[in-house]
C-alpha cells in the first residue's frame, strides 16, 4: 500500500480505496441496469445474451396490449394487469393506512409520556423481524383454527377462513405488512417531530393558540417536509412488496394478492419456460416508476444527501 | 541546521491566487511568527511549508535541499495545530508513540523519548488518559509533546493558542519561548495576534492578502514600519493617522482639518504639496494648553496607573491617546493636543507605503 | 402498584389527566398488545404438544395431561377425573379408548377395568412446555444446516460490506480528487435501482460468475450498499481533517490512518451499519429465493417458507423454527435498541 502511495499520490489513492466499491457496484449494481434493457428486447428462455433472439419491443407489446386497460380481462398478459392493479391498490390502502398510524402513533409518543423509550420500541420492533417470520406470525392466528377465529367463535359472530377468501386475504395483507413497517416510519416521523423547535409551541401558547390550531397550524406544516419524504419512501417500498405477502398467502387465492413483483419473479424464475425478456421488460417498467419517485425523493431531501 | 526558504511560493484554487509569490529566509534556530488578519494565507503558507498543502509555483527549500515534492511525513518537520488534532481514542502515551512505531523506533527507546519528553512538559502524569480527560492546558502540551519527541528539524505551529483562556495563553507562550531556548530549533509560528507575535518572535513576517508586507525583528517592525499596513497592525493600541499634505517649503503638515504641525526635517523623503498621513503612536501624543490641534472628547477609560482618551478630530479623523495616570476629562470636552515631531511616521498617502529612508 | 398508579397518572406535571392524555395511554396499551401479542401467541404456541395445537377453541398456556403410574403397566397412563357415575371424583388411569368409550382402571386397585363414556371423565391438566418440537427440529431437519448457511451469509456479508464500504466512505469524504463528484452521483444512481428490479440481469451475472447455488452468490452482490456508503461517509465528514494531517506528520502511510485513525474514529456509525446489515442480511429472502434453490443451500427463511408448504400440517415444527428465526434479531434488539433506533433514524430506511 505505501508503494502503491509513493507511486499514485496521495490524493488519487482515493481510487484505491474506491476500488473494491466501484468494482462490486459495477458488476452488480451497473451492469445489470444496462443488461436489463438487453433482456427486455430479447425472447427465449435461455439465460446466455449470446442464445437469445432478438425480438424488438415485442415484450413490451405484449406487456401493454390491452383494449381496456381497467378491464384486466381484455389485456393479453392478463396476469400482469392484474399484479398491475392489485399492487395499485395495495400501495394505496398500504401507504395511507401506515403513514396514517405512523403519525398517529408519532403525534402520541411526542406527548409528555412515560416510558416514551419503551413504547416506541413497541411500535418499532416488529421492522426487525423478516418477512417469513411476519407472514408466519399471521397466518398462524388467522388460520380456520386459529386463535382470532376461536374470539369471534366466543362472542358469537362466528369464524372465516380468511385467507381462503380473497377480499379478506387482501385486506389482511395489507394490514400485516402496515403491522410489520409502521414503526419505521413511526420513528422517522417522531425524530421529525422532536426537532420542531420547543419555542416554537411556546410562542404559540403566548398568542393563545388552542391545541387544535397549534397542531394544524404549526405542528403539520413544519413537519410536511418529513411527511413527504416519508411519504415517498412508503411508496417506493409499497411498489416493492413480495416477501411478506409471498410468505403469507402465496399470491393467492387465485391471483388475488400477487403483486407486481411476484409477478417478475414467477415469469422469470419459478415458471417454465423462464420468460425472462418479459420479466425483464416488466422490471424496466417498475424501475421507470421508481426513479421518478426517488428523483422526488432526492430534491426533497437533497440537504440531507449533499452531507 | 534547519534553514527555511522560500522561493516566489504562490498558492492558487483554480483562477483565485491567494499566496501571491513570497519569498522569505529563516535562518537556523529563528523563532519566526507569521502573522496577520484572518484570511491573509499565514495558515496556507505554514501548511505549504509542512507539505500538507501541495505548491502551486515557486520553491520551498529546507537546509537548501528544495522538498516541493517530498511528502509531508519525510521533511522532518513536526506540527502543533490549532485544534491540537490529538488522536481521541488514544491514551496520551499511545498519541506520542504514534509517529515513533510508524518510523520503526524500537519500543525502548519509544520509552525513552516518551519518558523524557512527558517530564519535561509535565505530562508524565497523564500519559495513560485520553484526550478527553485532559484541560485545554494539557492537550496543548501533550500536542506539543507529540512534535517534540519526533526531534524534527523544524516545529510548525499553527495557532495553537488561540483555544485558550487569557490567563492559559499568557503562561503557554512563556513556555513555548522556554521551549525554543531550551531545543534551539527553528520555528514556524502562525498565529493572528500581533501581542504574541510581539513577546515570542525573533522575526516577524507580517501578512495581508496572500503578500508578505514586512519581515524582520520586532522592535524593526514596530519602529520602522514599511507601510500603514504593518504600521497599523503592530502595536496596541493602534497608532493614529491624520491625512494631510505637506505646506509649502515642507516645514510643516497641513491636516485636512486645517490645522499644521511640524513635520520632522530628517530621516523622510517628501515633496511640498505631496499627500500624506502623519502615524503617531498613542503614547506620542500629549495634550497641552494651546496645541495646534484639537480634539473632542468621545470617550475615556482609566485605568488607574493609565488612561486612554478617545476622541475626534474636527474632520472626523478618530484619534487615541495614551496617557500615565490619572487625567480628568469630560465626555464632550474639546481639548488641544500635541504630537512629539521625533516620533512620527509619515506615508505617502495614496501608496500608502512609509517615506523614511534607510 | 403505586409505580403502576404514578406511571398511569403521569402528565405534564399538573397533576390531572386531560382526556386526551387518558386516550393516549389507551392507545399505546392498545398498541403493546396488538405488537406484542401476536409475537406472544407464537412463542407460547411453539411449546404446545401437537394435540393441543389441534385443540379448538385454543388455550392461552400450553398444557399436557397428567400421567398416572399403575402397577402391571410399563408406560404411565393418562390421567382423567371421573365427574359422574359411581367412580364420581377418582382419579383414574386410561387404558384404551375408543367410539366415545374409555376403559380406566383406578390406581389403588390395578386389577379392576371400568368402561365410562367420555363425557363421564375430564382429564387432568398442568401447565407444560413440550420442548420436543424444539428438539425434533433437530432431528427431523437439516435445522442446523440452515442455521449455519444463514449465519455465515450474514456474518460474512456483514464483515465484507463494513470493509468495503468504509473503504469508500473515507475515499468519498477525506479526499479531493478528480471524479469525486461522479463517483457521488453514482452512487446517488444506484440507490435508485433496487435489486428488485434487475433480477433478471443480476441473475445471469452472478451464474456467470459461477456463484449459482453458491452462498458467496448471495454475499457478494450485496456487499456495495449506497445507504452504507453515505452513512459512513456523513460519520466520517465530521472527523477533523487535522487529526488526519496531524498523522501525515507522524508518518502514518494512508492506509495506516484510514485503519488507525478513521475506523477506530467511526466505531459508532460502524455500528450502526453492522446492525442494520446483520438485520437485512439474516432476514433477506427474495435474491436468496432466486439464487439458492438446492435444500443444502437454504437460508432460515428460505426453509421456513418452504417448509410452510410441504409441512401444512406439521405447526409444531413450523412454530418452532419461526422462533428460533426471529430469536437472533430479538437478541440484537434487546441489547442494541438504541443503536437501531438512531440508525435507522439517521439512514432514514434504505
Keep these: 500500500m505505501l508503494a502503491l502511495q509513493r507511486k499514485l499520490g496521495v490524493n488519487r489513492l482515493a481510487w484505491a480505496f474506491l476500488l473494491p466499491n466501484l468494482i462490486l457496484f459495477g458488476l452488480f449494481a451497473f451492469l445489470p441496469v444496462i443488461l436489463n434493457v438487453f433482456y427486455a428486447m430479447t425472447g427465449g428462455d435461455n439465460v446466455l445474451l449470446a442464445d437469445r433472439p432478438d425480438v424488438g419491443a415485442r415484450n413490451f407489446v405484449t406487456l401493454l396490449d390491452c383494449e381496456n386497460y381497467l378491464d384486466v380481462n381484455s389485456c393479453r398478459e392478463d396476469k400482469f394487469w392484474r399484479a398491475v392493479w392489485n399492487t395499485v391498490r395495495f400501495v394505496i390502502l398500504q401507504v395511507g393506512f401506515m403513514v396514517g398510524f405512523a403519525l398517529l402513533t408519532a403525534i402520541i409518543l411526542n406527548r409528555d409520556i412515560r416510558a416514551r423509550g419503551f413504547f416506541r420500541s413497541v411500535f418499532f420492533f416488529p421492522v426487525l423481524l423478516s418477512p417469513v417470520v411476519v407472514a408466519l406470525i399471521w397466518k398462524w392466528i388467522l388460520q380456520r383454527e386459529g386463535v382470532l377465529n376461536a374470539f369471534l367463535d366466543w362472542t358469537g359472530a362466528g369464524g372465516i377462513n380468511w385467507l381462503v377468501d380473497a377480499q379478506w386475504a387482501f385486506g389482511w395483507s395489507v394490514f400485516i405488512s402496515v403491522w410489520a413497517h409502521m414503526g419505521f416510519y413511526t420513528l422517522i416521523l417522531l425524530a421529525g417531530l422532536q426537532a420542531i423547535p420547543r419555542d416554537v409551541y411556546e410562542a404559540a401558547l403566548m398568542d393563545r393558540a388552542n391545541a387544535w390550531r397549534t397542531f394544524r397550524r404549526i405542528t403539520l406544516p413544519l413537519l410536511a417536509p418529513t411527511m413527504l419524504v416519508v411519504l415517498i419512501l412508503a411508496l417506493i417500498k409499497g411498489v416493492q412488496t413480495f416477501d411478506e405477502v409471498y410468505a403469507f398467502t402465496g399470491g393467492g387465492p387465485g391471483t388475488a394478492t400477487t403483486f407486481i413483483i411476484q409477478y417478475i419473479y414467477e415469469e422469470g424464475f419459478a415458471g417454465a419456460p423462464r420468460l425472462f425478456g418479459l420479466a425483464a421488460a416488466a422490471s424496466l417498467l417498475v424501475a421507470g416508476v421508481l426513479v421518478v419517485l426517488t428523483l422526488i425523493q432526492l430534491r426533497i431531501s437533497r440537504n440531507n444527501v449533499d452531507g | 541546521m534547519a534553514r527555511v526558504e522560500l522561493k516566489q511560493v504562490k498558492k492558487s484554487y483554480g483562477s483565485v491566487e491567494v499566496i501571491k509569490g513570497i519569498d522569505l529566509d529563516i535562518q537556523h534556530g529563528e523563532f519566526c511568527v507569521f502573522v496577520g488578519p484572518s484570511g491573509c494565507g499565514k495558515s496556507t503558507l505554514l501548511r505549504m511549508i509542512s507539505g500538507l498543502e501541495p505548491i502551486s509555483d515557486g520553491d520551498v527549500a529546507i537546509d537548501n535541499e528544495v522538498v516541493n515534492d517530498i511528502a509531508a511525513a519525510d521533511r522532518g518537520l513536526a506540527m502543533v495545530f490549532q485544534s491540537y488534532a490529538l488522536y481521541p481514542h488514544m491514551s496520551v502515551r499511545q498519541n506520542l508513540s504514534f509517529g515513533l512505531e510508524n518510523i520503526g523506533t524500537s519500543k525502548a527507546e519509544i520509552a525513552e523519548k516518551i519518558g523524557q519528553v512527558s517530564k519535561m512538559l509535565q505530562i508524565d502524569m497523564l500519559l495513560d488518559r485520553k484526550p478527553k480527560d485532559l484541560s485545554g492546558g494539557q492537550r496543548q502540551r501533550v500536542a506539543i509533546g507529540r512534535a517534540v519527541v519526533r526531534e524534527p528539524r523544524v516545529f510548525l505551529f499553527d495557532e495553537p493558542l488561540s483555544n485558550l483562556d487569557a490567563e492559559l495563553r499568557v503562561d503557554m507562550r512563556g513556555e513555548i519561548t522556554a521551549l525554543h531556548r531550551r531545543l534551539g530549533n527553528t520555528m514556524i509560528y502562525v498565529t493572528h495576534d500581533q501581542v504574541e507575535a510581539m513577546t515570542m518572535a525573533d522575526k516577524i513576517a507580517v501578512l495581508r492578502l496572500g503578500e508578505l508586507e514586512q519581515f524582520g525583528r520586532p522592535l524593526d517592525l514596530y519602529n520602522r514600519p514599511r507601510n500603514i499596513f504593518v504600521a497599523g497592525f503592530i502595536g496596541s493600541p493602534k497608532m493614529n493617522f491624520i491625512k494631510g499634505t505637506v505646506a509649502e517649503g515642507g516645514a510643516s503638515i497641513t491636516f485636512d482639518t486645517g490645522e499644521t504641525m511640524a513635520l520632522p526635517q530628517s530621516g523622510f523623503d517628501y515633496q511640498p504639496g505631496q499627500k500624506v498621513t502623519l502615524g503617531i503612536r498613542p503614547n506620542h501624543v500629549s495634550l497641552v494648553e494651546g496645541g495646534s490641534v484639537s480634539m473632542s472628547v468621545k470617550s475615556v477609560e482609566q485605568l488607574g496607573g493609565e488612561s486612554y482618551i478617545y476622541g475626534a478630530l474636527k474632520d472626523g479623523t478618530l484619534l487615541t491617546v495614551h496617557l500615565s495616570g490619572q487625567i480628568s476629562a469630560e465626555i464632550g470636552e474639546v481639548l488641544t493636543i500635541e504630537g512629539d515631531a521625533d516620533e512620527v511616521h509619515l506615508f505617502d498617502t495614496e501608496s500608502g507605503l512609509s517615506l523614511r529612508h534607510d | ?350
Design chain 3, 1 to 350: 402498584m403505586a409505580r403502576v398508579l404514578s406511571f398511569l397518572t403521569a402528565t405534564r406535571g399538573k397533576g390531572r389527566l386531560h382526556w386526551t392524555d387518558w386516550v393516549s395511554y389507551a392507545y399505546l396499551i392498545f398498541g403493546i398488545f396488538l405488537m406484542f401479542g401476536p409475537v406472544v401467541w407464537l412463542v407460547l404456541s411453539s411449546f404446545k404438544s401437537a394435540n393441543e395445537l389441534d385443540r379448538f377453541p385454543p388455550r392461552f398456556l400450553p398444557y399436557a395431561q397428567e400421567t398416572v403410574e399403575v402397577d402391571g403397566f410399563d408406560d404411565p397412563l393418562l390421567a382423567f377425573t371421573v365427574v359422574d357415575g359411581e367412580l364420581e371424583g377418582e382419579i383414574v388411569g386410561q387404558t384404551r379408548r375408543a367410539a366415545g368409550r374409555a376403559e380406566v382402571i383406578v390406581p389403588s386397585n390395578p386389577d379392576e377395568r371400568f368402561r365410562l363414556t367420555v363425557d363421564q371423565i375430564e382429564p387432568i391438566e398442568r401447565v407444560a412446555f413440550a420442548t420436543e418440537n424444539y428438539s425434533q427440529l433437530f432431528e427431523r431437519f437439516n435445522f442446523l444446516k440452515f442455521f449455519w448457511n444463514s449465519t455465515f451469509i450474514t456474518v460474512t456479508a456483514t464483515l465484507l460490506m463494513l470493509l468495503v464500504n468504509s473503504m469508500a466512505a473515507f475515499a468519498l469524504s477525506k479526499y479531493e480528487f478528480r471524479g469525486r463528484t461522479s463517483v457521488l452521483l453514482i452512487v446517488i444512481g444506484t440507490l435508485m435501482i433496487p435489486q428488485t428490479v434487475v433480477l433478471v440481469p443480476l441473475f445471469l451475472i452472478v451464474t456467470e460468475l459461477g456463484m449459482f447455488n453458491s452462498l458467496w452468490g448471495v454475499i457478494i452482490p450485496g456487499a456495495a450498499t449506497p445507504t452504507g456508503v453515505f452513512l459512513l461517509r456523513q460519520y466520517m465528514i465530521t472527523i477533523p481533517d487535522e487529526i488526519l494531517d496531524a498523522a501525515r506528520m507522524d508518518k502514518a502511510s494512508e492506509w495506516k490512518i484510514f485503519w488507525r485513525i478513521i475506523i477506530p474514529l467511526s466505531a459508532p456509525a460502524i455500528a450502526v451499519l453492522a446492525i442494520l446489515a446483520i438485520m437485512w442480511r439474516w432476514n433477506d429472502f427474495l435474491w436468496p429465493l432466486i439464487v439458492l434453490t438446492r435444500t443444502e443451500n437454504f437460508t432460515l427463511q428460505l426453509a421456513l417458507n418452504s417448509f410452510q408448504g410441504e409441512l401444512q400440517t406439521d405447526w409444531p415444527s413450523l412454530l418452532a423454527m419461526t422462533v428460533l428465526t426471529l430469536l437472533p434479531i430479538a437478541a440484537v434488539f434487546m441489547f442494541l435498541q438504541k443503536y437501531i433506533a438512531t440508525g435507522i433514524a439517521s439512514t432514514g430506511g434504505k
